[in-house]
């Protein structure tokens, strides 16, 4: 008999979480102006809000950050994070930043001016939020098929190679201060992107003489999918592939919160000795001096651990298992979502479940909302609120796609939490034809308003 799955680790210390009763987690929602942001975290038994920074450290982190060295400038634990990004990552030059929109905004202060466009797959809100705050356009080029959320292709977050030559050839290249690729491409529900796909924008960023920028959050999901979905590298090691992707790439930002499993972190890497210098003004006035960043010792120390330990395989197949198993159980209940399963997350299709929600009272936002009520968990909205307003009409933006992603935590829920969340959402779903009406918004921010934005019931 075929032995059955099991994870690549055992479990060294527990964290208690709690569970509530449906009337508490009423008035908790409701004080929360119908946020999950805004909730207390104790009040939530599963988190899945995010996949950020709230995975479980390993037994060498914890060890790692006992042995940070917290010096000013040219910390130990600098060039242990300096070494890591060199020898997995292939990159020579690095500024260690607090977490992944901070090294967006060290990269992104130095090379974008207003009137820019930067094309792209499915940007990330805060890239998005940053680049548009700098009155540039982040323009997705992401392919149509991204869209489907039944459609079964192996790399759904690939970029569309004619969108992108269109608008490199639509725009001068003084005007591109780089093509971003966001791999695995988040927003698109997890999905990644296919070494054939890396090869070919990068044939095209040389073509147009622009730099290829990429946003590397979960790029060791992303090689784990390119070894198990692209035949070529069935035999590679996801270190060898890793190496691979990155040779394409003239700048990566990473959250390090996301595959490099730590709580806190991030940093903006180089190829160019002279970019790299341009951009340490904005480290030091904003983050802190070239050497630590926003980082401390300690956690630059956990962070070059993580690196390795993210980019070995046994780990990864754990990781996107989990995942996969989530997925099945809904398919089980036929609930509908992105397809295949993403890497960190599952996007549950809002739309196709609460048909009786009109869009301007926040479907997702609403599914959200009645699995919190139903068993505690808590999900985040991927749609209208996230879209916001478009920055010149202020119209509410309304994507094409309504999703409630269930980030999973690295190393941190067990596959029983995982039938939890199945169940609860099954039960969402047999009383689906009761849920007609969603929420209003009662007051908001002029950006990145889903964070932060108030609620009422609609009426
Ligand atoms: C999380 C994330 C970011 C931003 O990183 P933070 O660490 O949350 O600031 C940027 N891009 C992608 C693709 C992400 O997933």
């Not at 987690?25 to 995010?50: C, M, P």
């Not at 622009?210 to 390119?226: G, K, P, T, W």
């Not at 089980?332 to 869009?359: N, S």
């Amino acid at each position: 008999m075929e032995l059955p799955f099991a994870e690549s680790y055992r479990i060294k210390m527990v964290e208690n979480i709690k569970k509530s009763t449906r009337e508490e987690r009423e008035q908790w929602i409701k004080d929360a102006h119908y946020n999950l942001f805004l909730l207390k975290s104790d009040y939530v038994f599963i988190d899945l809000l995010t996949d950020s920074g709230t995975g479980a450290m390993s037994d060498k982190q914890w060890s790692a950050i006992m042995l940070g060295d917290e010096s000013y400038a040219g910390a130990r634990s600098y060039y242990n994070m300096k070494n890591a990004i060199k020898d997995i990552l292939g990159f020579d030059y690095f500024l260690p930043t607090h977490q992944g929109r901070a090294a967006e905004n060290v990269l992104y202060s130095t090379i974008i001016k207003e009137g820019d466009v930067l094309p792209g797959n499915s940007h990330f809100d805060t890239t998005k939020g940053h680049i548009e705050f700098r009155r540039a356009t982040a323009l997705d080029c992401t392919i149509d098929e991204a869209s489907d959320t039944q459609l079964e292709i192996p790399f759904k977050g690939n970029v569309d190679v004619k969108k992108l030559e269109k608008a490199l050839q639509d725009n001068p290249k003084e005007k591109i201060p780089c093509v971003v690729l966001t791999v695995t491409n988040n927003t698109a529900g997890g999905q990644p992107v296919s070494m054939q796909n890396i090869r070919e924008v990068s044939a095209l960023c040389k073509k147009y003489g622009v730099l290829l920028q990429m946003d590397s959050a979960r790029f060791a999901e992303n090689a784990y999918f390119i070894k198990t979905r692209e035949a070529e590298f069935k035999n590679k090691s996801i270190k060898e592939i890793v190496k691979e992707m990155f040779s394409y790439a003239d700048i990566m930002t990473m959250s390090s919160k996301k595959d490099a499993i730590v709580n806190m972190g991030g940093f903006v890497a180089f190829k160019s000795e002279e970019l790299w210098k341009n951009c340490q003004k904005f480290c030091i006035m904003n983050e802190g001096f070239i050497t630590y960043g926003g980082m401390s010792g300690r956690d630059m120390n956990a962070l070059a651990v993580g690196l390795d330990e993210g980019t070995e395989f046994d780990y990864l197949e754990t990781r996107i298992k989990q995942v996969e198993y989530l997925g099945s159980k809904l398919d089980e209940y036929g609930i509908p979502y992105q397809r295949p399963a993403g890497g960190h997350a599952i996007f549950v299709d809002a739309k196709k479940i609460l048909t009786h929600v009109p869009k301007e009272e926040f479907i997702a936002q609403t599914l959200g909302i009645e699995l919190y009520l139903e068993a505690g968990i808590r999900g985040v909205e991927i749609g209208a609120m996230l879209a916001d307003r478009d920055p010149i009409t202020r119209e509410n933006r309304f994507p094409k796609l309504e999703l409630l992603r269930l980030a999973i935590p690295r190393r941190t829920y067990t596959n029983n939490h995982m039938d939890v969340i199945a169940t609860a959402l099954k039960n969402v779903y047999d009383r689906r034809e009761s849920i007609t009406r969603g929420y209003v918004i009662i007051r908001e921010e002029p950006i990145m308003r889903h964070f932060t934005v108030e609620m009422d019931k609609a009426k």
